[in-house]
Antibody, heavy 121, light 107 residues
Framework: QLQLQASGSGLVKTSQTLSLTCAVSGGSISSNYYFWSWIRQPPGKGLEWIGYIYHSGSTYYNPSLKSRITISADRSKNQFSLKLTSVTAADTAVYYC?????????????WGKGTTVTVSS | DIQMTQSPSSLSASVGDRVTITCQASQDISNYLNWYQQKPGKAPKVLIYDASKLETGVPSRFSGSGFGTDFTFTISSLQPEDIATYYCQQYENLPRSFGQGTKLEIK
């Protein structure tokens, strides 16, 4: 069964770069049936979809974050990553990596446990 | 971007009650609407996809309906384990967007 495990910097200084990696086990990120996504949730708030990467390497980013985001994949390690530059306190959140079905229907069927990132000066 | 508006933002009900949450999209999304349940400290879990289809393994007391811009999520008989926050999400267009959530509590 597919499992996703996010890891990375839990504490990031203001204006620096947040870096997270999601290790995928029990399945391949090279599958064309899925998008590999990042979703975040600020403390006490709702869910915000960040973006995804497809097996082809194509990406889509939320326009609200587009200028600061890079999502990439390393197929040799079966993992994908998120970089978010110029962070502020507003980027403090639990970050989830997730698998999203392509086509119709499309929904997140597997979530990682979430990793907490705090931005502080 | 498509805006998703959920109501109410919070809800208190008794065990056995019928509970209804609504979600309105800012434009026509056909039936491209999912409902997720998130328990405290946990990742969300999909309950309903395509507005009305029950994900495998989800109890039949959960249901969804709607098309176009107006959608409804119902728990027919509230159980203690249903305490959670519920989110709608559209996938008609990118970026995906979620409603602000409905926090469900037991009276």
């Amino acid at each position: 069964q597919l499992q996703l495990q996010a890891s990375g910097s839990g504490l990031v200084k203001t204006s620096q770069t947040l870096s997270l990696t999601c290790a995928v086990s029990g399945g391949s990120i090279s599958s064309n049936y899925y998008f590999w996504s990042w979703i975040r949730q600020p403390p006490g708030k709702g869910l915000e979809w960040i973006g995804y990467i497809y097996h082809s390497g194509s990406t889509y980013y939320n326009p609200s974050l587009k200028s600061r985001i890079t999502i990439s994949a390393d197929r040799s390690k079966n993992q994908f990553s998120l970089k978010l530059t110029s962070v502020t306190a507003a980027d403090t959140a639990v970050y989830y990596c997730a698998r999203e079905l392509t086509g119709t229907p499309s929904y997140v069927d597997v979530w990682g446990k979430g990793t907490t990132v705090t931005v502080s000066s | 971007d498509i805006q998703m508006t959920q109501s109410p933002s919070s809800l208190s009900a008794s065990v056995g009650d019928r509970v209804t949450i609504t979600c309105q999209a800012s434009q026509d999304i056909s039936n491209y609407l999912n409902w997720y349940q998130q328990k405290p400290g946990k990742a969300p879990k999909v309950l309903i996809y395509d507005a009305s289809k029950l994900e495998t393994g989800v109890p039949s007391r959960f249901s969804g309906s709607g098309f176009g811009t107006d959608f409804t999520f119902t728990i027919s008989s509230l159980q203690p384990e249903d305490i959670a926050t519920y989110y709608c999400q559209q996938y008609e267009n990118l970026p995906r967007s979620f409603g602000q959530g409905t926090k469900l509590e037991i009276k």
